[in-house]
């Protein structure tokens, strides 16, 4: 019993000395003091147009906007190339040990093309060939069934109908489905050159094919999508008319009189899932269909023949167009 008593008593001592040591007050943890003369170190590398992006001081978590689309997340430096001649802005958000750092930014001047960087093969079959003068001309491929396809990421619904829907088929998005909407006519041409740059020339023979569905959202909400086509100043609207109009028994969509405007540019953006995004600046471009002045066309599937591209548009849906280089024969 004795036993027993010492035990409990001494297991009361050792729990009280732990509680006693636990209050003790302990030594504060040190931190690095905040960051706040961050700046940006640019190394040209061995490569014309290629730098080397560094953080100062160095002990930082980066995340790097290079200017030309790309981002860089997680790192101190940064390997950036920039193929064409221009002002690129960088901008480095970072954080150190002490916490967030001050936000820098650094302008790069770039005075000449180095397009010798671009080895990856789809610039060469969107545009023809680098410093092919006559760039590539692509137009809708639009004897195959599918060349325009709303949704098709939920298989597909809607017919985009410029035609009444046959009895038999339903609105199975036939070939040649828009006749006479102003858009089997339209040539897109992509030029990567020296002399031109990333150039696009639109050629829609005096009339584009616009939708009509209704904007969901923003200070539009409400409007007819073609609206938007028909006021941008630069691409010279004198009218639009309801396909119907023109097409006996068509439905939807709008003919827009308009002239695309000259030296309009395009960019690739490639993310880090290897996936491409076709870009125009606003109101710089779009791919023979209006459906609002969003710049984002996510290449599906590219050859040398056919590219297959979806579009998220501002009516809230999903559009693919398939387009096939000019002269391409392509038949269901």
Not at 27 to 37: E, G, R, V
Not at 265 to 291: Q, R
Request: glycine share 12%; charged share 15%; proline share 5%.
């Amino acid at each position: 019993m004795k036993k027993n008593i010492f035990n409990i008593h001494s297991t009361f001592c050792i729990l009280l000395i732990t509680a006693m040591a636990a209050c003790r007050p302990q030594a504060p943890i040190s931190l690095d003091p905040k960051i706040d003369d961050l700046r940006i170190v640019v190394t040209p590398d061995s490569l014309p147009n290629t730098y080397i992006l560094t953080a100062n001081p160095g002990n930082v978590i980066g995340y790097w906007d290079l200017g030309n689309g790309a981002k860089v997340n997680g790192a101190s430096s940064a390997r950036v190339q920039y193929p064409s001649p221009g002002n690129y802005t960088v901008t480095l958000n970072a954080y150190g040990s002490g916490g967030k750092t001050n936000i820098v930014s650094i302008v790069i001047p770039v005075l000449k093309s180095n397009y010798d960087l671009l080895k990856d093969s789809i610039y060469t079959l969107l545009t023809g060939g680098i410093n092919n003068p006559g760039g590539k001309v692509w137009v809708v491929d639009s004897m195959i069934t599918g060349h325009l396809i709303k949704n098709p990421q939920k298989g597909g619904n809607g017919d985009w109908a410029a035609l009444p829907a046959d009895g038999a088929n339903g609105y199975n998005n036939r070939a040649n489905n828009k006749y006479g909407a102003g858009m089997y006519d339209d040539s897109l041409i992509f030029k990567l050159t020296d002399k031109d740059g990333f150039a696009f020339e639109y050629r829609n023979h005096g009339t584009s094919c616009a939708a009509s569905n209704a904007i969901s959202s923003g200070a539009d909400a409400g409007k007819g999508i073609y609206t938007l086509l028909r006021t941008n100043g630069a691409w010279q609207s004198t009218g639009a008319v309801p396909v119907s109009s023109i097409v006996p028994g068509a439905t939807g969509d709008y003919i827009v009189y308009c002239t695309p405007p000259k030296n309009m540019g395009w960019s690739l953006l490639k993310d880090g899932a290897g996936n491409y995004s076709l870009i125009f600046s606003s109101g710089g471009g779009f791919l023979s269909y209006f459906t609002d002045w969003s710049s984002d066309y996510q290449v599906k599937s590219i050859n040398a023949d056919k590219m297959v591209v979806w579009k998220s548009c501002s009516d809230g849906a999903t559009r693919q167009i398939v387009l096939c280089r000019a002269g391409f024969a392509d038949h269901d």
